[in-house]
């Protein structure tokens, strides 16, 4: 009797060594499944969010050309635009002297703005910037490091260029328009309140972006030099973007029927539209000599400002 009682004692003992065993096994399989786990696929969060960080965003503008209006604005934005660390905003956005699209805010103006790689530079045109008071410090509050060119061409043919677009706006829409002697010269004399003299004046709007922007920030670009050979102005804008030079002559050739340069870039050519190039309206030359006269102060005050001199009558 005291055998089979220590028999049985010693079956159990066996049995549950055994089952310690196997939940022993059982329990380090189970822990082992999430240490050798494969390694997330492609498609696993974490991986998306890795390539998220790559993707195309809306982002601010890193540089804006502030103006000046019908000093080469469109032509210097397309040129940039070969750069291939540079997308720009197609159109005006007018975001910082339109109170209408101020009000609006940051957001707003963000959705104005091209998809961008990171590293790659935003750049905006509004030329209706640089004449407007209120503008260099809202520039500012949006981002105090900003980039702004400035392309700038001989006041009095600008103050024709501006009259003609105006002109051609008016014609088209079946609408009169004083003739461009009768806006500029009051019983002879200069007209100080014409507003497209006003706009020439670059000394006075230069002076309220120095109030605010270092000298260094903003760069000047002669925009009749940039008709007659694009390429040395664009070349000192690379280096002023602190872009790498991508831009080579070969992107320009002369188009001897509209006068003045296209460009070329992946055996596609561009030209500027219609409106680049029109035949300005008649000013006698009496009335060109006054107007001459009457930007040599203003403009010395202006090559004293910038630190240059350019070829203006």
């Known amino acids: 009797m005291l055998w089979t ?23 380090n399989r189970g822990s082992v499944s999430p240490l050798h786990s494969p390694p997330p696929s492609s498609s696993s969060p974490s991986s998306s969010s890795s390539s998220s960080n790559n993707a195309t965003q809306q982002r601010l503008p890193g540089a804006i050309i502030i103006g000046v209006r019908k000093g080469g604005t469109r032509a210097l934005l397309e040129m940039l635009n070969l750069h291939p660390d540079v997308e720009v905003a197609k159109a005006e956005v007018h975001y910082f002297n339109v109170e209408e699209h101020y009000r609006r805010g940051l957001a707003w103006y963000r959705a104005q703005m091209p998809f961008t790689l990171p590293g790659q530079l935003t750049v905006e045109k509004t030329p209706g910037y640089f004449a407007s008071p209120q503008v260099p410090a809202r520039v500012w509050d949006m981002n105090p490091a900003v980039r702004l060119l400035l392309i700038v061409r001989d006041p009095a043919e600008r103050l024709v260029s501006d ?7 008016r014609l088209t829409q079946h609408k009169p328009y004083q003739p461009l002697e009768e806006l500029l010269l009051h019983k002879g004399h200069i007209n100080h309140g014409y507003k497209a003299l006003q706009r020439s004046l670059y000394h006075l709007h230069l002076a309220r972006w120095l109030e605010v922007f270092p000298r260094e920030q903003i760069h000047v670009l002669d925009g009749d030099a940039l008709i007659r ?23 320009f050739y002369f188009n001897i029927t509209k006068g003045f340069y296209c460009l070329l870039s992946a055996g596609h050519d561009k030209c500027l539209d219609e409106s680049k190039g029109r035949p300005h309206a008649p000013l006698s030359t009496q009335a060109l000599q006054k107007l001459c006269r009457y930007f040599r102060k203003p403009n010395k005050h202006f090559f004293e400002m910038v630190g240059r001199s350019f070829s203006w009558c």
């Open 229 to 251: 050979d694009p390429f040395p102005e664009l070349r000192k804008a690379e280096r002023f973007l602190d872009l790498p030079p991508r831009i080579n002559p070969s992107n």
């Open 163 to 169: 009259y003609t677009q105006v002109l051609h706006n």
């Open 5 to 27: 009682v220590l028999l049985a004692l010693l079956v159990l003992l066996l049995l549950q060594t055994q089952l310690s065993v196997c939940l022993r096994d059982l329990r």
